[in-house]
């Protein structure tokens, strides 16, 4: 008898009614490893799974003392030392009053079996997993009979409780109005002729929400009039979202390209592949479906800006700096001026990138030149209005000394034609005549050195002597309008290299401006300062003091800005001039408010390099 | 020597015109004294015996206009001749409305000089 159960190919065992084990056949010990010995009592437990070993001591128990047969599920250790599942069965032998007077069991290998279970499981996981993570849910349906299953996703997609039997009509009642119609003949079409289907919709939720759904189903039954579907509904509200998103920023990114004439491009450095976005089409004039290469670049660059592209670009192959350049484009009969900025990409495969922008800066260029143009047509009326001036002080200058020169010598005229002639009279008008001859030319000799440099030419200023003559410029017309000039010229200051004439123009727009502040004769009081000073930051500076209207009220940014006038009669460049040209020599323009009355304008003009000491004030 | 045909003040603040005009005046026929301001002018013992005032515009101080205003002022008005060495039509024309016999422009000749001062003298 034990020889049979030792050659039976199953794992046979008896206990003791308290469960000791008391025999195991010969392939249950070669399995152990174990000998018959060392396995009786509860040493073959050695050999069990320490994960199992408690749920198999508590089965066995539960079995000892219920008295009924059972079964578990536990790993042993093969004599090798890889464990095995086995399926542990206890019968019990009873006794005529009941009681248990052994226990015989069986050990099944069933290793292969859980094996499979679990990997079934994990699949079954991992597809779950998948399902959930790419929102899928599988299908199958069988028209024929109504069935139709639904995974755990698929009820999460269409939003139903998993307990709800899933049917045509409670999947069509979530699908979008609009959608339904389409989506119900396709569905009856599938169901009649066993067509696959593919199709992508909407399904309106309950909550208002609207999911995009794609549900492919193939038929994959036996023959076509039987038709059994598995397939899939995919949630793909989240890629339509997104792709309504992407379309939305392209759509963005070529509106606002087109509004700020901006266009983007791509040059693969290493292959001389370019990319053009459609608005740098546009700007370099070339249709959508014109492959984009450097010929077509180059036959598009005005010519002189030519060199420069070339150095740009050979920059950016040497690997050096981002280009940021501007040059100019011959598009048909159209120049453009447009703005490169670029950006240097070393990509990780060792290739190189410029990526970039190409703005039309065109329009803004035509409006600087146009700007440009008009600053020099209105520095020329502004010098063309103070020479109106000059020309009228030059007048009075010359005048008064030609005044005597004509009543000298009509005087000595009179003399010589007197009977008898008065000579000595006639001589000494005549010597008269001579020294007012002089005194008219000293004038005129003084007046031409105001002129003699018409054109700008930088020359050592001494700015108290270029003040001074300005000042007896305008002294007559102080004089008219009952106004005292005093000036306060800072003694030994250095000169510097200017251009004299455009800052005597500065000085005497300043002291017209104040003639006209300080207005009507019945306004007091009447004063204006001339003062020059050597200050701290060895600056250089002027500044003409009134006690006229002031600056209250007046925007002070705006003061020296073009057209700016609080003048009944002025044209408001004067102060722009004024403002241009001591910038042209480094300095600064500014006004200020008087603390009691009026408001001194001034400049000053940064020392750069002395070129000798003023004298003028000391004369 | 013949009589003077009257007293002719000049006030200018140019040497030229007060060395010069002096002379063509004694000339013509006149009698003649130059000032340089307007106040050295009404602080002379010629004030109340001038019979005619050449008188230059624009002066330091007080002005030819305003030492019109303040001879009308005193009530002892004197013809004048204004003469100016700037040149303004705009400025010219109140001082002829305001009773002035003439305003010449510097510089000015012997003959206009001696036709406003015979439209005072007849």
């Given at each position: 008898m034990n020889k049979i159960i030792d050659a039976i190919p199953v794992m046979a065992w008896s206990t003791l009614?308290?469960?000791?084990?008391d025999f195991f056949n010969e392939h249950f010990l070669s399995f152990l490893g174990m000998t018959a010995e060392a396995a009786y009592g509860w040493g073959w437990?050695?050999?069990?799974?320490p994960d199992d070993l408690e749920n198999l001591t508590s089965v066995w128990a539960t079995l000892i003392s219920s008295k009924l047969p059972g079964e578990t599920e536990a790993r042993l250790m093969r004599a090798d030392g890889q464990y095995r599942w086995f399926l542990f069965r206890a019968n019990p032998v009873y006794a005529?009053?009941?009681?248990?007077?052994r226990w015989y069991g069986t050990n099944t290998d069933i290793d292969d079996r859980k094996r499979a279970e679990e990997a079934l499981r994990r699949s079954a996981a991992f597809l779950a997993q998948g399902q959930t993570l790419t929102e899928t849910g599988s299908v199958w349906w069988k028209p024929a009979t109504q069935e139709i299953f639904w995974s755990d996703e698929a009820y999460r997609v269409a939003g139903y409780p998993k307990n709800q039997q899933p049917t045509v009509e409670l999947m069509l009642s979530r699908c979008h109005p609009d959608d339904l119609t389409d989506v119900g003949e396709m569905v009856a079409r599938a169901a009649e002729e066993g067509a696959n289907l593919e199709l992508e919709h909407r399904l309106l939720m309950p909550d208002g929400d609207v999911k995009y759904v794609r549900i492919v189903l193939q038929n994959i039954g036996p023959d076509r009039s039987a038709p059994e579907f598995i397939g899939a509904v995919t949630d793909i509200t989240r890629r339509k979202k997104a792709e309504e998103r992407l379309r939305r920023s392209e759509m963005l990114l070529a509106e606002g390209q087109r509004i700020s004439l901006t266009g983007t491009f791509s040059w693969k450095?290493?292959?001389d592949e370019i990319t053009f976005s459609g608005e740098l089409r546009r700007i370099f004039g070339l249709s959508d479906n014109t492959v984009v290469d450097f010929d077509r670049i180059t036959e598009r660059v005005y010519r002189e800006d030519l060199p420069l592209l070339a150095e740009k670009m050979s920059n950016v192959r040497a690997g050096s700096d981002n280009p940021d350049y501007e040059i100019r484009l011959k598009v048909g009969d159209q120049l453009k001026h447009v703005r490169v900025v670029g950006r240097i990409i070393k990509h990780l495969d060792g290739t190189t990138e410029c990526l970039g922008a190409v703005q039309d800066v065109t329009a803004q260029r035509v409006a600087e030149e146009a700007r440009d143009k008009l600053r020099s047509e209105l520095a020329q009326i502004a010098r063309v209005m103070s020479l109106n001036t000059m020309a009228a002080a030059i007048a009075h200058e010359v005048n008064q000394p030609l005044a005597g020169i004509v009543t000298n010598a009509s005087t000595s005229l009179h003399m010589l034609s007197a009977n008898p002639p008065n000579i000595e009279g006639a001589i000494e008008t005549a010597r008269r005549t001579i020294r007012d001859g002089n005194r008219a030319a000293d004038v005129i000799t003084r007046l031409r050195v105001l002129f003699k440099?018409?054109?700008?030419a930088m020359e050592p200023v001494d700015i108290n002597e270029a003040t001074l003559e300005v000042v007896s410029l305008l002294t007559p017309d102080m004089q008219r309008h009952k106004i005292s000039l005093h000036t306060e010229l800072f003694e030994t200051l250095p000169l510097f290299k200017g251009d004299r004439v455009q800052l005597q123009q500065v000085v005497m727009n300043f002291l017209r401006n104040s003639i006209d502040a300080i207005g009507?004769?019945?306004?007091?009081p009447r004063d204006v300062v001339v003062r020059t000073e050597f200050a701290s930051d060895m600056t250089i500076q002027l500044s003409v003091e009134d006690?006229?209207?002031?600056?209250?009220?007046?925007?002070p940014d705006r003061l020296?800005?073009?057209?700016?006038?609080?003048?009944?009669?002025?044209?408001?460049?004067g102060l722009s001039i004024s403002r241009s040209i001591v910038e042209a020599h480094g300095g600064r323009i500014w006004a200020k408010a008087n603390s009691i009355v009026g408001a001194t304008f001034g400049f000053s003009i940064p020392n750069?390099?002395?070129d000798g000491v003023s004298l003028a004030s000391r004369s | 020597m013949r009589p003077s045909r009257g007293l002719v003040a000049v006030v200018d603040d140019d040497q030229s015109v007060r060395e010069s005009l002096p002379d063509l005046l004694r000339v013509f026929g006149f009698d003649a004294q130059a000032f340089s301001s307007a106040a050295e002018f009404l602080q002379s013992p010629w004030l109340g015996k001038t019979d005619c005032l050449v008188l230059?515009?624009?002066?330091?101080?007080?002005s030819g206009p305003e030492l019109q205003d303040e001879l009308d002022r005193r009530g002892q008005g004197i013809p004048i001749v204004f003469i100016t060495a700037h040149k303004d039509e705009d400025e010219r024309l109140p001082l002829i409305r305001r009773g002035a016999i003439d305003c010449l422009y510097k510089p000015f000749s012997d003959t206009a000089l001696k036709a406003a001062l015979d439209r005072v003298f007849g």
């Open positions: 009614p308290d469960g000791t084990a437990t050695a050999s069990l799974h005529k009053d009941g009681s248990v007077t450095v290493d292959s440099r018409g054109t700008s009507e004769p019945s306004q007091l006690t006229g209207c002031g600056i209250a009220g007046v925007d020296f800005d073009a057209f700016h006038t609080t003048k009944a009669s002025g044209m408001g460049i750069a390099k002395s | 230059d515009v624009a002066m330091p101080g007080m």
